[in-house]
């Protein structure tokens, strides 16, 4: 048994997979706004940004699994467990976000005016 050779065939596969994930990195990034003088808008159009950024990720996780699930041969089951985990963190994120606002929110209502 070449415990060398699959080690190595395996390391080459790991580059390969690293190589994937810092190219699918660069496309994860959220655009920026546009500046405009209302921060309202400002920041209710970022929100929705980012909560439409996390459904579309959540639904092309969901369309990965079920072609893995089919037997498509054009989706491999690296890119579905990748997609799953992207929209997994992306919704870990949000619901921390929704958390901190929530907290801030409850502290600005209870100053004294």
Known sequence: MNIQGQGHSLYQELQSLASQARS???????????EQNNSQSDFS?????????VNGLQTQ??????????????VSLAQAMIAGQKASLAFEATVQVRTKLVEAYKEIMSMPV
């Open 24 to 34: 699918v990195s660069s496309e994860m990034a959220i655009p920026a706004i546009p």
């Open 45 to 53: 159009a970022m929100l929705k940004g980012a909560l439409d950024k």
């Open 61 to 74: 996780s969901r369309e990965l699994s079920g072609a893995v699930e089919m037997g498509d041969p054009k």
